[in-house]
Each structure stands twice: as C-alpha cells, then as structure tokens.
C-alpha cells in the first residue's frame, strides 16, 4: 500500500508478505537433510499465507502535513512466484478528498 499526496508525493508505504513454507526437517524422514528427492511426506509447512477466499484486514494512522487537500491510497495484491517476479492480482486506487475543516469531505 502506498500513499501519496495531491503533489504526488509518497508520504506512507508499508507491505505485508503472506507466504507458506515447506520445511524440510531430519527428524521427518531419514535422507540428506530428511528428505529423499521430491518425498512430501518429509515436509513441515509454516503456513503465513492467505487462504482461498480469506479476507485480511489492516489498519494505518497516516499522519499528514498541514495543508493536504487530498490523498491518493494504492492498494496492490501481487502474487510473487519467484525472487524478483510477480504478478498483479488486484490493484485499487482511492481518492480521499480533505475539506477546509481538516476532515474527510464527500
């Protein structure tokens, strides 16, 4: 998620990585590092990920400067399939508009 001001400028970012991993584990099965070649058996999964239709929720306190009249919020769902590449799931962009009063206008 990243936020940027009316000037575009980022004044927040933060990421959260879902990710499962499959340990292998000599205790499991006996083999080089307790596994034989492709045996699934000898796997201990450390399951940080999302399920399928699972929803997450996270919330932020953006501090922003005196004088911000809007902010441009970009939420990005990306799958990363191997170290350097990814795809794009799902990406939204919001527009949150501040009134003369300093608070959310419609």
């Known amino acids: 998620m990243t936020v940027k001001d009316q000037g575009g400028r980022q004044i927040f970012s933060a990421n ?61 769902f990306r799958f990363l399939y191997e170290k350097g590449r990814e795809a794009v799931i799902h990406r939204k962009v919001t527009t949150v508009k501040f009134g003369s009063q300093g608070g959310p206008s419609d």
């Not at 399920?51 to 919020?73: K, M, N, R, W």
């Open 16 to 76: 959260k990585i879902y990710e499962v991993h499959n340990l292998h584990f000599s205790h499991n099965k006996t083999g080089y590092l307790g596994l034989n070649y492709w045996d699934l058996t000898a796997m201990d999964q450390l399951h940080l990920g999302l399920e399928p239709h699972q929803i997450d929720s996270l919330t932020y306190f953006v501090p922003l400067e005196e004088g911000t009249t809007s902010a441009d919020i970009e939420s990005t």
